[in-house]
């Protein structure tokens, strides 16, 4: 073997925060102010970690997609998903507005009741109602979307021993492109099982069939998949009239809409790939009105869009904890906030922006959070400038999903703050105590005690 031509090594110093096709440091300006409030002071006065809710950007983003629906379609009702975010102070936000409730278990059920939305506006989702639950929403004169067949013929049996014919919809599910299928949840078009429930409850009559209802998924990010869902929906509407003379009274087409978070892997930022709500409304409109409907006989169009609605406008102010350096050099900071807070963090890059200004120089990082466990990872690797002890930063994009699939683990969990209109701020949720978390302990009298 001929020997190899010797180079000689060279030292190069590494650039960061050089120009890439998005221009610079795109994921690291300082963010000293949440709607007009210093994040410093929201931090002093409601401690770090704290979540931030903007009341302005949650109006604003629900009128603009309120706008893109109305201008293109002539009658269209929100209902707010309650599991995305049920804090009261912001359901009442989106009522406000005008939404009604979308609800999927029976606490969000009581608790849009107690948010004073009439029984009639509440939108009743999910596989798990109990026959309570069903006699409860039939008195109330809810929208009762059905799951499965074994609901179907619990309802039936229930409305047959009242003698009342409660308002129902079937919750359907199909293939319109987005793999993998969704078909856990409601009955599948393609098979027939949704036609074959729709004949059931019309045959039966013991049902009143108002409405037909399908969600597709979450963080759908074709558009196109909302025209296939339309399209097979507005399918199955103009074959009951056909076959039953039963005009359907609306179409209920879920939530789904991506938020403006970015994927881990993704090699785009969600902003560059994550089509507009208008684009959304534009498939879903034009689909159903081109679709055979009489221009008299549109039926209505609900949507139950969650987290494109709120998820920008939600912060979590927190704090750096240590810095260290891991075992193969790279650097690692350790924030007051992990998982517990942040359980998106698992499929979401989530941006994260110091909270004060800094120099140019950056460093790759890993972001670790404060609980015992090895998952707990905020960013597995993410651009930041050098980050002291007791420095601040924003997390973006938390308002979905976050509180409410938040966890105690460890760690009791922090303040909600709301910043109003008029930028003043307001605690919609206060942090949790040892004596919330042990409220429904009970010890035995025997093990109330141990002496070490
Ligand atoms: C979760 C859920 C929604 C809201 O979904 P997003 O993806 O947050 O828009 C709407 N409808 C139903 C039935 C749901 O389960």
Redesign the pocket.
Same mark, same amino acid.
């Given at each position: 073997m001929e020997k190899k031509i010797y180079e000689r090594p060279i030292i190069k110093p590494l650039n960061t925060g050089l120009m890439n096709k998005f221009g610079t440091r795109t994921e690291y300006l300082a963010m000293t102010h949440i709607d007009g409030v210093a994040v410093k002071e929201l931090i002093k006065n409601y401690g770090s970690p704290v979540f931030v809710y903007s009341e302005a950007k949650i109006r604003s983003n629900f009128q603009n997609a309120k706008r893109a629906f109305t201008t293109r379609y002539p009658k269209v009702q929100f209902a707010w998903?309650y599991? /995305?975010c049920y804090l009261n102070a912001i359901c009442n936000i989106y009522h406000q507005e005008g939404s009604w409730a979308?609800v999927?278990s029976r606490f969000e059920y009581d608790k849009a009741l107690k948010n004073g939305v009439p029984g009639n506006k509440i939108i009743f989702?999910g596989p798990d109602k109990t026959a309570e639950d069903l006699t409860l929403a039939i008195d109330n004169d809810s929208l009762i979307h059905i799951d499965h067949f074994d609901e179907l013929y619990m309802l039936t049996e229930i409305a047959q021993q009242k003698n009342v014919k409660p308002r129902v919809a079937i919750r359907v599910n199909m293939d319109c492109g987005v793999y993998p299928l969704w078909d856990r949840f409601g009955f599948n078009y393609e098979t027939g099982q949704a036609w074959d429930a729709i004949s059931k409850i019309l045959v039966t009559g013991s049902l009143n069939l108002v409405g037909l209802h399908t969600?597709i998924g /979450?963080?759908i990010m074709s558009s196109a998949a909302y025209a296939v869902a339309a399209s097979k929906m507005a399918d199955l509407a103009l074959g009951i009239r056909n076959k039953f003379n039963k005009s359907i009274e609306y179409i209920d087409m879920?939530?789904?809409?991506a938020s403006k978070n970015t994927l881990k892997g993704s090699y785009l930022q969600a902003t560059d790939y994550v089509p507009e709500i208008s684009e959304y409304a534009d498939a879903i409109c034009s689909t159903l009105l081109t679709s055979g409907f009489q221009a008299n006989e549109l039926p209505y169009l609900y949507l139950? /869009?969650?987290? =494109?609605l709120i998820d920008d406008a939600g912060y979590l102010c927190g704090s750096v904890i240590a810095n260290k350096r891991l075992s193969d050099g790279r650097k690692a900071t350790i924030m007051d906030f992990g998982v517990n807070l942040m359980f998106t963090s698992f499929w979401y890059d989530h941006k994260i922006t110091p909270a004060q200004e800094f120099g140019h120089h950056t460093e790759e990082n890993v972001l670790y959070g404060p609980l015992c466990m090895n998952i707990d990872v905020v960013r597995s690797s993410i651009m930041l400038p050098p980050l002291k002890t007791k420095d601040n930063v924003v997390v973006h994009h938390v308002g =979905?999903y976050c509180v409410t699939q938040s966890m105690q683990f460890i760690a009791l969990r922090p303040k909600v703050v709301l910043i109003d209109m008029d930028d003043k701020v307001h605690i919609i949720k206060n942090n949790e105590s040892l004596e919330d978390l042990e409220k429904n302990e009970i010890s035995p009298g025997y093990l109330l005690k141990s002496t070490l």
């Amino acid at each position: 073997m001929e020997k190899k031509i010797y180079e000689r090594p060279i030292i190069k110093p590494l650039n960061t925060g050089l120009m890439n096709k998005f221009g610079t440091r795109t994921e690291y300006l300082a963010m000293t102010h949440i709607d007009g409030v210093a994040v410093k002071e929201l931090i002093k006065n409601y401690g770090s970690p704290v979540f931030v809710y903007s009341e302005a950007k949650i109006r604003s983003n629900f009128q603009n997609a309120k706008r893109a629906f109305t201008t293109r379609y002539p009658k269209v009702q929100f209902a707010w998903s309650y599991k /995305t975010c049920y804090l009261n102070a912001i359901c009442n936000i989106y009522h406000q507005e005008g939404s009604w409730a979308e609800v999927v278990s029976r606490f969000e059920y009581d608790k849009a009741l107690k948010n004073g939305v009439p029984g009639n506006k509440i939108i009743f989702n999910g596989p798990d109602k109990t026959a309570e639950d069903l006699t409860l929403a039939i008195d109330n004169d809810s929208l009762i979307h059905i799951d499965h067949f074994d609901e179907l013929y619990m309802l039936t049996e229930i409305a047959q021993q009242k003698n009342v014919k409660p308002r129902v919809a079937i919750r359907v599910n199909m293939d319109c492109g987005v793999y993998p299928l969704w078909d856990r949840f409601g009955f599948n078009y393609e098979t027939g099982q949704a036609w074959d429930a729709i004949s059931k409850i019309l045959v039966t009559g013991s049902l009143n069939l108002v409405g037909l209802h399908t969600h597709i998924g /979450t963080y759908i990010m074709s558009s196109a998949a909302y025209a296939v869902a339309a399209s097979k929906m507005a399918d199955l509407a103009l074959g009951i009239r056909n076959k039953f003379n039963k005009s359907i009274e609306y179409i209920d087409m879920g939530g789904g809409f991506a938020s403006k978070n970015t994927l881990k892997g993704s090699y785009l930022q969600a902003t560059d790939y994550v089509p507009e709500i208008s684009e959304y409304a534009d498939a879903i409109c034009s689909t159903l009105l081109t679709s055979g409907f009489q221009a008299n006989e549109l039926p209505y169009l609900y949507l139950e /869009t969650g987290r =494109a609605l709120i998820d920008d406008a939600g912060y979590l102010c927190g704090s750096v904890i240590a810095n260290k350096r891991l075992s193969d050099g790279r650097k690692a900071t350790i924030m007051d906030f992990g998982v517990n807070l942040m359980f998106t963090s698992f499929w979401y890059d989530h941006k994260i922006t110091p909270a004060q200004e800094f120099g140019h120089h950056t460093e790759e990082n890993v972001l670790y959070g404060p609980l015992c466990m090895n998952i707990d990872v905020v960013r597995s690797s993410i651009m930041l400038p050098p980050l002291k002890t007791k420095d601040n930063v924003v997390v973006h994009h938390v308002g =979905a999903y976050c509180v409410t699939q938040s966890m105690q683990f460890i760690a009791l969990r922090p303040k909600v703050v709301l910043i109003d209109m008029d930028d003043k701020v307001h605690i919609i949720k206060n942090n949790e105590s040892l004596e919330d978390l042990e409220k429904n302990e009970i010890s035995p009298g025997y093990l109330l005690k141990s002496t070490l």
